[in-house]
C-alpha cells in the first residue's frame, strides 16, 4: 500500500465467508472487529497519527476516516495490517453518483482498501430503488478490488426501508450494509443488526456503527451478527485509556 504518488495496492474484496460472525468469547479479540473512527470536523492532523498508531498498538481492523486524511493515514500505517477505511458521501449521501465515484477512486489511490458510501437515504424512502441501487453500484465498480459498506442511515427508516436497502446493497455487490453515520442521531441496535443479517444472510458482513461505547454492547452487537464495529470508543471497548470522544 502506498501513499498518493504511486497508488494503492488494495486486496481481492472480501467474500460473504470472511465476513460470518466469530464471538469474541469463542478466541477472537474485540479488538479484531472494530473500526477505529475520527470523523469530526475539527480533527487536526496529529489526531489521525495518534488514531493509527492506537489501531496499531491494540490491533484493530481498520481506521475508518474522511478521505481527506486517507493519505495521512496510508503513510502512518504502511507496512501494518491495519486496513484504512475511507468514508463516502459522508454523512448525507445526497452528492452526485460521479461526486461519489471520484471521491472513492481518489481515496483508493490514496491507500483506502475499505469505502464506507452513504447511500441516497431519500431516494431510498421515495421508493427510487433502481436509482439507490445505482447509486451503490456505481461505487462498487469504480473500486471493484475493495469492500464498500453501505451506510444505510438506519434511524431515518422503518423496518421496511432497512431490509430494502439491505437488499438494494447485496444486489448492487457491497461487501458489508453498515447501520449509521453517527451524525443522524442513531445508534446501533442489536434488533438492526440482527434484520441487517436476515436479510444479507452470509452473503454480506454487517457493520454495526453508532453510540458503541462499551465492551458489553459491542459483544451483543457481535452475538447479534455484526461481523465489524464502526466507533471512536475503541480505546474503551479493550480497556485502554480514552481521553476524548472522537466521533
Given at each position: 500500500?502506498t501513499?498518493?504518488?504511486?497508488?494503492?495496492?488494495?486486496?481481492?474484496?472480501m467474500?460473504?465467508?470472511?465476513?460470518?460472525?466469530?464471538?469474541?468469547?469463542?478466541?477472537?479479540?474485540?479488538?479484531?472487529?472494530?473500526?477505529?473512527?475520527?470523523?469530526?470536523?475539527?480533527?487536526?492532523?496529529?489526531?489521525?497519527?495518534?488514531?493509527?498508531?492506537e489501531?496499531?498498538?491494540h490491533?484493530?481492523?481498520?481506521?475508518?476516516?474522511?478521505?481527506?486524511?486517507?493519505?495521512?493515514?496510508?503513510?502512518?500505517l504502511?507496512?501494518?495490517?491495519?486496513?484504512?477505511?475511507?468514508?463516502?458521501?459522508?454523512?448525507?449521501?445526497?452528492?452526485?453518483?460521479?461526486?461519489?465515484?471520484?471521491?472513492?477512486?481518489?481515496?483508493?489511490?490514496?491507500?483506502?482498501?475499505?469505502?464506507?458510501?452513504?447511500?441516497?437515504?431519500?431516494?431510498?424512502?421515495?421508493?427510487?430503488?433502481?436509482?439507490?441501487?445505482?447509486?451503490?453500484?456505481?461505487?462498487?465498480?469504480?473500486?471493484?478490488?475493495?469492500?464498500?459498506?453501505?451506510?444505510?442511515?438506519?434511524?431515518?427508516?422503518?423496518?421496511?426501508?432497512?431490509?430494502?436497502?439491505?437488499?438494494?446493497?447485496?444486489?448492487a455487490?457491497?461487501?458489508?450494509?453498515?447501520?449509521?453515520?453517527?451524525?443522524?442521531?442513531?445508534?446501533?441496535?442489536?434488533?438492526?443488526?440482527?434484520?441487517?443479517?436476515?436479510?444479507?444472510?452470509?452473503?454480506c458482513?454487517?457493520?454495526?456503527?453508532?453510540?458503541?461505547?462499551?465492551?458489553?454492547?459491542?459483544r451483543?452487537?457481535?452475538?447479534?451478527?455484526?461481523?465489524?464495529?464502526?466507533?471512536?470508543?475503541?480505546?474503551?471497548l479493550?480497556?485502554?485509556?480514552?481521553?476524548?470522544?472522537?466521533?
Amino acid at each position: 500500500m502506498t501513499g498518493a504518488s504511486g497508488g494503492a495496492t488494495v486486496p481481492p474484496t472480501m467474500t460473504g465467508a470472511d465476513q460470518l460472525p466469530r464471538s469474541p468469547s469463542a478466541g477472537a479479540e474485540l479488538a479484531a472487529f472494530v473500526d477505529h473512527t475520527l470523523l469530526r470536523a475539527d480533527a487536526r492532523p496529529t489526531e489521525f497519527d495518534r488514531l493509527c498508531d492506537e489501531a496499531r498498538e491494540h490491533g484493530f481492523a481498520a481506521v475508518c476516516v474522511p478521505s481527506g486524511h486517507v493519505a495521512r493515514c496510508a503513510s502512518r500505517l504502511l507496512g501494518t495490517p491495519v486496513r484504512i477505511a475511507a468514508v463516502v458521501g459522508f454523512p448525507l449521501g445526497s452528492s452526485l453518483t460521479s461526486a461519489k465515484v471520484f471521491e472513492a477512486q481518489a481515496a483508493v489511490r490514496d491507500g483506502a482498501r475499505e469505502i464506507d458510501m452513504v447511500l441516497q437515504v431519500g431516494s431510498l424512502k421515495a421508493r427510487d430503488l433502481s436509482f439507490v441501487e445505482r447509486d451503490i453500484r456505481a461505487v462498487v465498480d469504480a473500486v471493484a478490488a475493495c469492500a464498500v459498506k453501505v451506510i444505510l442511515e438506519t434511524a431515518m427508516l422503518d423496518d421496511e426501508e432497512k431490509a430494502l436497502g439491505a437488499s438494494l446493497a447485496k444486489r448492487a455487490g457491497a461487501a458489508f450494509v453498515k447501520t449509521c453515520t453517527g451524525y443522524g442521531g442513531g445508534r446501533a441496535t442489536v434488533e438492526d443488526v440482527r434484520l441487517l443479517r436476515s436479510v444479507v444472510g452470509d452473503a454480506c458482513g454487517v457493520k454495526a456503527s453508532g453510540g458503541i461505547r462499551d465492551a458489553a454492547t459491542a459483544r451483543a452487537l457481535i452475538d447479534a451478527g455484526a461481523t465489524r464495529l464502526g466507533t471512536s470508543s475503541g480505546l474503551a471497548l479493550v480497556g485502554g485509556s480514552v481521553s476524548e470522544a472522537r466521533y
